[in-house]
């Protein structure tokens, strides 16, 4: 049963830090793995996504990368601003069941001025 | 840009009460999802479907239930609330494209039972 894992759970930094917020899963057979982003009380927004065949992907000032022979994730952000403050959730999807997501528990940051 | 859009953002039910949570997404997408949110158990799968009519169990469906009419339209049914259903819900739906499965969710029910 693959299992997905965020480390650490919470996160405090000054504005403007670099930041690295860790992901892992047990079962390396992953089709997508897709990083969120959750504000308090609302729902989900897609932030990055990576095929199992990619090495990384970039937006802004987040970069993701994969390696998925050692079931691991990264969310870098860069230059980090108050507005960065979420919780962020990756989540897999098999290669054997592509419809169902499994989440991590989330990282919760918060970046103070 | 996706958009999936839930009826309520908050609900206050009654223990017994029958719940209709509606969800529409308006991008043509083939998959919707039904999750819930409890704090420290993260999101878990409830029901979801890959076509009009069809629909396939997730995690937890015990004291749910679904219907999909029409395609854009996905609605999860709680036939006797309980207060252990008090939860936030939220709402997905996905689309393939090549070897990409990406799900984009809606902004959420905070459903409360007393």
């Known amino acids: 049963k693959q299992e997905v894992t965020q480390i650490p759970a919470a996160l405090s930094v000054p504005e403007g830090e670099n930041l690295v917020l860790n992901c892992s899963f047990t079962d390396s057979a992953i089709y997508n793995l897709q990083w969120f982003r959750q504000d308090p009380g609302k729902g989900l927004t897609s932030l990055l996504l990576?095929?199992?065949?990619?090495r990384e992907q970039t937006s802004g000032r987040l970069n993701a990368s994969l390696d998925k022979s050692s079931g691991r994730s990264t969310l870098y952000i860069a230059a980090s601003q108050p507005g960065d403050s979420a919780t962020y959730l990756c989540a897999v999807n098999s290669e054997y069941n592509t419809d169902k997501l499994i989440f991590g528990t989330g990282t919760r940051l918060q970046v103070f001025p | 840009d996706v958009k999936v859009t839930q009826s309520s953002r908050y609900l206050v039910k009654r223990t017994g009460e029958k719940v209709f949570l509606e969800c529409v997404q308006d991008?043509?997408?083939?998959?919707m999802f039904w999750y819930r949110q409890d704090p420290g158990l993260g999101l878990r799968l409830i029901y979801f479907s890959y076509d009009v009519k069809m629909k396939e169990k997730g995690d937890i469906p015990e004291g749910y239930s679904v219907s999909r009419e029409k395609k854009e339209r996905f609605s999860l049914i709680l036939e006797s609330a309980s207060t252990n259903q008090t939860s936030m819900y939220l709402c997905?739906?996905?689309?393939?494209?090549?070897?990409?499965?990406?799900?984009?969710f809606g902004p959420g029910t905070r459903l409360t039972v007393t």
């Open positions: 997905a739906s996905s689309f393939w494209t090549g070897a990409i499965h990406e799900q984009y």
């Open positions: 991008m043509d997408h083939e998959n």
């Open positions: 990576i095929q199992s065949s990619q």
